[in-house]
């Protein structure tokens, strides 16, 4: 089994930042992409970014895109996601997801990543 725990998440005013970690355990592979998907309620998860396994190449969602960065420690299993100049409608849980395929072009689709944390909450308030 493959577990993934979220962590970084909380309340930030308007403007400000916060950094996500997602550590990967169990049977967690070199060569899986990570991604990030955030969810509100009521709402699909929406695509944010995710990395490739091979060359730390990354994609974003259009809404993100300058704003977040994400990052991979391999030595650690860890994947980040730095997001600056946060606004209110970045407010949802946010996930991150694993893509056992490990393709390129990097999936956004969510019904492509089999495991999945539990989520961290993210809100920004105006």
């Known amino acids: 089994q493959l577990q993934l725990v979220e962590s970084g998440g909380g309340l930030v005013q308007s403007g400000g930042s916060l950094r996500l970690s997602c550590l990967a355990s169990?049977?967690?592979?070199?060569?899986?992409?990570m991604g990030w998907f955030r969810q509100t309620p009521g709402n699909e998860r929406e695509f944010v970014a995710a990395?490739?396994?091979?060359?730390?190449?990354?994609i974003y969602a259009d809404s993100v895109k300058g704003r977040f960065t994400t990052s991979r420690d391999a030595a650690k299993n860890t994947v980040y996601l730095q997001m600056n100049n946060l606004t209110p409608d970045d407010t949802a849980n946010y996930y991150c997801?694993?893509?056992?395929?490990?393709?390129?072009?990097?999936?956004?689709?969510?019904?492509?990543?089999?495991?999945w944390g539990a989520g961290t909450q993210v809100t920004v308030s105006s």
């Open positions: 169990g049977r967690f592979r070199e060569n899986q992409n």
């Open positions: 997801a694993v893509d056992s395929s490990g393709d390129w072009p990097i999936h956004r689709e969510a019904y492509m990543y089999h495991y």
């Open positions: 990395i490739y396994w091979y060359n730390d190449q990354a």
